[in-house]
Nanobody, 121 residues
Framework: QVQLAESGGGLVQPGGSLRLSCAAS????????MGWYRQAPGKQRELVAT???????NYADSVKGRFTISRDNAKNTVYLQMNSLKPEDTAVYYC???????????????WGQGTQVTVSS
């Protein structure tokens, strides 16, 4: 089985910064895309940023210029550097990865349990 574990969430002041990490572990042959999504109470889950295996990236318009996604393929880890945080960034942030297991030829989406980010004064 495969597990994605997020860390780095917390409470920050508006304008502050946080760095989220997500490490994948388990029976992993390879990982394709990785990304971050977020969901606030009463709202739909939305894409924040994605990064492909050779490091091309995509960002939601709402976070462009403030957030940076990166990855370390040797460590099966994806990061999200969040700067200039706003109250509207408050949400549970979920890590996502397309993982090929040793016993499969298919990539399957896996999700972490989420980490809370709260931006408030």
């Amino acid at each position: 089985q495969v597990q994605l574990a997020e860390s780095g969430g917390g409470l920050v002041q508006p304008g502050g910064s946080l760095r989220l990490s997500c490490a994948a572990s388990g029976s992993i042959l390879s990982i394709n895309g990785m990304g971050w999504y977020r969901q606030a109470p009463g709202k739909q889950r939305e894409l924040v940023a994605t990064i492909r295996s050779r490091y091309s990236t995509n960002y939601a318009d709402s976070v462009k210029g403030r957030f940076t996604i990166s990855r370390d393929n040797a460590k099966n880890t994806v990061y999200l550097q969040m700067n200039s945080l706003k109250p509207e960034d408050t949400a549970v942030y979920y890590c996502n990865a397309g993982v090929m297991r040793y016993d499969s030829r298919n990539y399957i989406d896996y999700w972490g349990q989420g980490t809370q980010v709260t931006v408030s004064s």
